[in-house]
C-alpha cells in the first residue's frame, strides 16, 4: 500500500487512453509490475462526492458539542468519519490533508500483475470487464442488505463469480427490456425505482391484508415493460401466505 501511495500514483508520465472513459500507464518498481488506471467520469464523481460529504460535514461541525453523543455518532460514521480528526482539546475538525491527500486518487485504480503476455491495454479492460460484473453483483445484493463476504477456497471463489456473472445478466436482460419499451434507464436506476416500494401486512377483523406503498411513476413504468401488474393498494393474504407469515413468526420468537 505503501509503495503504491509513495510510488506508483506519483511516478511521471502520461496516460495512454485505450477505450472510452479509460486511461493507463504502466509503472515497474524493480521487477512489480503495476497498470495505474484512470477514469475521468469516475474522477469527477468521486470529487463530487467527497465535495458534497465536506459540505454536509461543515454544517454539522458548526456549534457542535465535541462531548455529546451525536459528535461520537459523526466520528465513528463510516463514510463522514475519514475525514474527520480530534484535536489535543478535544473539538473535532475536519481533517483538510486527508481530504487534499484523497484528491490525489479520484478515479484512479492500480492492477498489480505479474503476467507478462497480456500489454497494459488488456489488463486494464479485463480488469474493467470484471469490474463491470462485480458492480451488477453489489447492485443485486445491496437490495438485501447483505454482509460482504470474503473468499477464500476454490469452490465458493467459483460459486462467487457464477454469482456475479449471474446478476451481471440479469441486469443486462433488465435493461434490454426497459430499452426495448423506449426506456433510457439504468438497471441501477430501475433497481433503486422499485426497493422504494415496500408492503406491509395487517390484520383486520382477523382477516390479514397486504398494504403496498405508493409507487412512483417510473416504477409503474418500469413494472409495465417487463410485463408484470404492479401489485393493488390493498389485498387480502392467500392462505400460502399466511402460514408462511405465522412460521416466519414462530421462528423469529424461537429466537428471542
Known amino acids: 500500500a505503501g509503495e503504491v501511495r509513495d510510488v506508483v500514483l506519483a511516478w511521471p508520465g502520461r496516460y495512454r487512453e485505450v477505450a472510452e472513459n479509460l486511461r493507463v500507464k504502466e509503472v515497474r518498481v524493480e521487477d512489480r509490475r503495476y497498470i495505474v488506471c484512470f477514469n475521468p467520469i469516475e474522477a469527477e464523481y468521486d470529487r463530487q462526492t467527497r465535495e458534497s460529504i465536506v459540505e454536509e460535514l461543515r454544517a454539522e461541525l458548526e456549534g457542535l458539542d465535541p462531548w455529546s453523543r451525536k459528535a461520537a455518532r459523526l466520528y465513528s460514521h463510516p463514510g463522514k468519519g475519514r475525514y474527520l480528526m480530534r484535536l489535543d482539546d478535544g473539538r473535532i475538525c475536519l481533517d483538510e490533508a486527508r481530504i487534499q491527500e484523497e484528491a490525489r ?43 460482504p463476504v470474503y473468499h477464500w477456497r476454490e469452490r465458493r471463489i467459483r460459486a462467487h463469480v457464477h454469482v456475479c456473472v449471474l446478476a451481471h445478466l440479469l441486469e443486462r436482460y433488465l435493461e434490454k427490456k426497459l430499452h426495448a419499451k423506449g426506456i433510457k434507464m439504468t438497471a441501477a436506476e430501475a433497481l433503486k425505482h422499485l426497493s422504494r416500494i415496500k408492503s406491509a401486512h395487517m390484520d383486520i377483523k382477523g382477516t390479514m391484508y397486504r398494504l403496498r406503498s405508493e409507487a412512483s411513476p ?18 387480502p393474504l392467500a392462505k400460502d401466505d399466511r402460514d408462511a407469515k405465522t412460521e416466519v413468526s414462530r421462528a423469529q420468537n424461537a429466537l428471542v
Open 218 to 235: 417510473e416504477a409503474v413504468t418500469i413494472f409495465q415493460a417487463l410485463g408484470y401488474r404492479i401489485p393493488p393498494r390493498i389485498e
Open 105 to 147: 486518487y479520484d478515479g484512479k485504480y492500480v492492477i498489480r500483475t505479474s503476467y507478462e503476455q497480456l500489454d497494459n491495454t488488456e489488463v486494464a479492460k479485463a480488469y474493467r470487464d470484471l469490474q463491470t460484473i462485480e458492480r451488477s453483483f453489489r447492485s443485486l445484493k445491496s437490495l438485501e442488505e447483505i454482509n
